[in-house]
């Protein structure tokens, strides 16, 4: 698809564009623990500050449903992004209406302010009309930089694209490129690492991937479904014994598309998921005791799966191999992570991650900064890999 990036927008001085950023923020006492969603949006800020422009930022926070709710007000962020951008930033006590015309009013050029929690309006998830004109009354172009919130169809992420001239921020024109090079229009070979703990949330994720991977790595609880449809014994380990057939189907599907679909050929098992637990490493397929736990890929899969990296040029990843969180169970995830970055810092491997988990992971790994890109969507990263159309992308298409 093709949409406009700010690099089209012109004569952007002394007009407001509304900016949809992502400041759903983990919070603890009214501080910010995690600032990276407000660092993730400053380049859009920037470049629209430097253009000239009014920045009036639109947000969400937490769940209010459509009513003010005091604790779940945006002004505690307003300090940090202060700080982080080096410059004031006002603070208007409505999103729309005469308080954000107001601040927006009393704003010079280059001026920033951030509204209040769209979501204090029941208009917003329902992606009311007439709300979406109020959001599109307060400014003259509109910028989508939150690619997290793209698969709502919300009167802020959809409705109010379709009213102003509508352009993508620097955030979500670098998610959108990330993911065209790893799926839309990939370099060839491309192996996909899917792990996580349920088969049943990646179902549409799986069979969408068989179709358009050459490789596809199956780590986390997720394997122990296929192991176990396999007729491997698992012993007490997580699984889902009712989706073997889907499973099997899911196998099946690969090898007729011509995925090859890499299992664990050895794990690592425990009695218990705690720290420095006692573990051992078996070949899949021998006899388990009936509390033996899998708990992490064994080290002959790891080399495996990286002999399969080795091979190939694109790398999409969504869900650790193992029980990352806990030592020693993070072995797998760790040295693959590794090898993933190494790879990609040689220049052999684009590599695109994301989701909750794998962001955690490799943060964990420490190889953040060495991959291609890792998104911090949730949501909208694991609809876009199931082939799913985003409502706050498409709106943008021009």
Not at 72 to 91: C, K, N, W
Not at 284 to 304: M, Y
Request: charge should be negative; proline fraction near 4%; include cysteine.
């Amino acid at each position: 698809m093709t949409y406009r990036t700010l690099d089209d927008a012109k004569d952007l001085a002394g007009k407001t564009a509304l900016v949809r950023v992502d400041f759903n923020v983990p919070m603890e006492g009214g501080r910010i623990t995690d600032d990276t969603r407000l660092r993730v949006a400053l380049p859009t800020i920037t470049k629209l500050r430097e253009a000239g422009a009014k920045v009036a930022l639109l947000a969400h926070f937490d769940r209010p449903k459509g009513k003010v709710v005091p604790e779940m007000s945006l002004q505690p962020v307003v300090a940090d992004l202060e700080t982080l951008l080096g410059a004031p930033v006002r603070f208007a006590e409505d999103c729309v209406g005469d308080a954000a015309k107001a601040a927006i009013a009393d704003l010079d050029a280059g001026g920033v302010v951030l509204l209040e929690n769209v979501r204090f309006h029941a208009g917003e998830e329902k992606n009311d009309p007439a709300f979406a004109a109020q959001l599109a009354e307060i400014a003259d172009v509109y910028v989508n930089d939150a690619f997290s919130a793209a698969h709502r169809a919300h009167a802020s992420t959809e409705g109010v694209a379709h009213l102003i001239t509508a352009y993508a921020g620097e955030s979500m024109r670098r998610e959108l490129e990330a993911l065209d090079a790893a799926l839309g229009n990939p370099k060839k070979p491309v192996i996909g690492i899917v792990g996580g703990s349920k088969v049943s949330t990646k179902l549409d994720l799986l069979k969408n991937l068989v179709g358009k991977l050459d490789k596809l790595a199956i780590g986390g609880g997720m394997a122990n479904t296929f192991l176990f449809a396999q007729g491997v014994d698992i012993g007490g380990s997580l699984a889902e014994k009712d989706m073997a057939d889907t499973a099997r189907e899911i196998m099946a599907e690969a090898s007729a598309k011509g995925c090859e679909v890499l299992l664990p050929v050895d794990v690592v098992v425990a009695v218990e998921v705690k720290p420095g637990a006692v573990a051992r490493t078996v070949r899949t397929g021998e006899a388990l005791a009936a509390d033996d736990k899998i708990l992490d890929a064994g080290p002959e899969t790891v080399a495996r799966l990286n002999a399969a990296i080795d091979g190939c040029k694109t790398l999409i990843w969504n869900g650790p191999l193992g029980v990352f969180e806990v030592p020693p169970f993070d072995a797998a995830t760790v040295a693959a992570a590794k090898h993933v970055a190494e790879r990609t810092k040689s220049g052999a491997l684009i590599a695109v991650a994301g989701g909750g988990d794998t962001v955690a992971a490799v943060n964990h790994a420490g190889v953040t900064d060495d991959l291609t890109f890792v998104s911090t969507a949730g949501g909208a990263f694991l609809e876009w890999m199931e082939g799913k159309p985003l409502p706050g992308v498409e709106a943008l298409n021009a």
